[in-house]
């Protein structure tokens, strides 16, 4: 689980990150008020980003197989759900 109580017993790898001074400057605010380090912030933020992607392209992949196995809306089903979320005059 990644949420901000959570500890890291090992890092595997280290690289370089290059942000615009604004969000560096941001980042270092951050860090400073919440006792975190800039690598820790970078960490999270990366981890969710990965995992929201991930969550996405399995969606994607899901509707392409239902797509390639022919399962389809019929009209009928269409009609209902842009009916449901249209203005109403």
């Given at each position: 689980?990644?949420?901000?109580?959570?500890?890291?017993?090992?890092?595997?790898?280290?690289?370089?990150?290059?942000?615009?001074?604004?969000?560096?400057?941001a980042l270092?605010?951050?860090?400073e008020?919440t006792?975190?380090?800039?690598?820790?912030?970078?960490?999270r933020?990366?981890?969710?980003?990965?995992?929201?992607?991930?969550?996405?392209?399995?969606?994607?992949?899901?509707?392409?197989n239902?797509?390639?196995?022919?399962?389809?809306?019929d009209d009928r089903?269409?009609?209902?759900?842009?009916n449901?979320?249209?203005?109403?005059?």
């Amino acid at each position: 689980m990644n949420q901000m109580g959570s500890e890291r017993t090992h890092m595997t790898a280290a690289f370089t990150l290059r942000l615009d001074d604004e969000t560096l400057k941001a980042l270092d605010r951050l860090a400073e008020k919440t006792d975190r380090s800039r690598s820790w912030f970078a960490a999270r933020a990366i981890e969710d980003y990965i995992a929201l992607n991930a969550w996405q392209i399995a969606r994607i992949e899901a509707g392409i197989n239902a797509a390639d196995r022919g399962d389809f809306a019929d009209d009928r089903e269409v009609a209902r759900v842009l009916n449901k979320y249209s203005a109403k005059d």
